[in-house]
């Protein structure tokens, strides 16, 4: 990892500019399956967007099914940009031909007020926006465990290593309630991307390698679903993007519980209660923090 930059300078206002000033094939595609997961989630699912970056792409299909959503991310500047998003202060970037494509997508009238609508669930919805490691065994402290989880180019982007990449998802695994759905999005076969001044390492991952990381995880072979696109975009060498998403069993058994530390997250959980200590820790704000 050395000779790659790590997170420390990491600008959301630029990252947005280089990634998502428009809609192309990849974040098209990624609205897509996300709208497709959630026709098919389980009623009001609990969800959980992890690293998240400044990226709001994954509330705007949630926001149309979830009971609430909780956002996490590493880098606190990100954390406060969607912290002021979320209260209302979004003149630095603009989601609106987002939740307008999404709308689109998912059969709706497409209306300033239809828009202006999604926003406002959006951040009703988003009730947690929270700090969170995935090189800790607990990457995010909380005492809710969620029927969706969803992380785009986040385990591939913080390491080159497959194996590390695959603990990464069993760590997400853990987070879930057991039926929980795991969607994750990648590079193709890349070995880093860029923007501005640094080069973020990425391990080089393709299609079977989700399949198989979820099959180790435990999640249902039948509900294993990967989909890949080309690249468009010309900042690194990657040669598209890989969606995928997967379900647990809804036996508790079948799921992979104890493999990092022999703790499942319920007893996490319990022992957050029960020493009274707070299920979440470095919260960036009190503003979005409800149940
Ligand atoms: C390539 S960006 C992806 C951002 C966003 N999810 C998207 O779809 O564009 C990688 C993200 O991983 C986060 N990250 C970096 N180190 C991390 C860590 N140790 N644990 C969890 N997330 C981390 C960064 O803050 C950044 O938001």
Not at 207 to 232: K, M, W
Request: hydrophobic content about 40%; proline content about 5%; charged content about 20%.
């Amino acid at each position: 990892m050395s000779d790659f930059a790590d997170y420390g300078g990491f600008s959301p206002l630029e990252y947005l500019r280089a990634f998502y000033s428009e809609i192309d094939s990849e974040s098209e595609g990624l609205l897509q399956f996300l709208v497709s997961v959630f026709d098919s989630a389980p009623h009001a699912p609990l969800v959980l967007e992890f690293g998240s970056g400044p990226v709001l792409i994954s509330a705007i299909p949630a926001a149309r099914r979830a009971r609430a959503i909780h956002y996490c991310d590493f880098v606190p500047a990100n954390r406060e940009y969607l912290t002021r998003w979320l209260a209302g202060e979004d003149a630095e970037f603009d989601w609106s031909p987002y939740i307008a494509r999404c709308l689109e997508l998912e059969g709706k009238v497409v209306s300033e007020k239809a828009i202006r609508q999604r926003a406002h669930n959006i951040r009703d919805l988003v009730r947690r926006v929270v700090s969170c490691n995935i090189f800790d065994p607990l990457p995010i402290r909380t005492r809710y465990q969620y029927e969706v989880i969803i992380s785009n180019y986040c385990l591939d982007a913080v390491t080159t290593s497959k194996q590390e990449w695959q603990l990464f998802t069993r760590r997400l695994a853990k987070l879930l309630k057991p039926g929980g759905t795991l969607v994750l999005s990648s590079l193709r076969k890349t070995e880093f991307f860029e923007f501005g001044t640094s080069r973020y390492a990425n391990v080089v991952l393709d299609v079977d390698d989700l399949a198989n990381a979820f099959t180790q995880a435990g999640f249902d072979p039948q509900s294993i679903r990967v989909e890949s696109t080309h690249c468009e975009q010309d900042y690194c060498n990657k040669q598209g993007v890989i969606f995928a998403a997967a379900s647990l069993p809804l036996v508790v058994g079948n799921n992979p519980w104890h493999e990092d530390n022999g703790q499942s997250s319920a007893t996490v959980s319990r022992e957050l209660l029960s020493t009274g200590a707070s299920p979440w820790i470095d919260l960036t704000t009190t503003s979005h923090t409800r149940a």
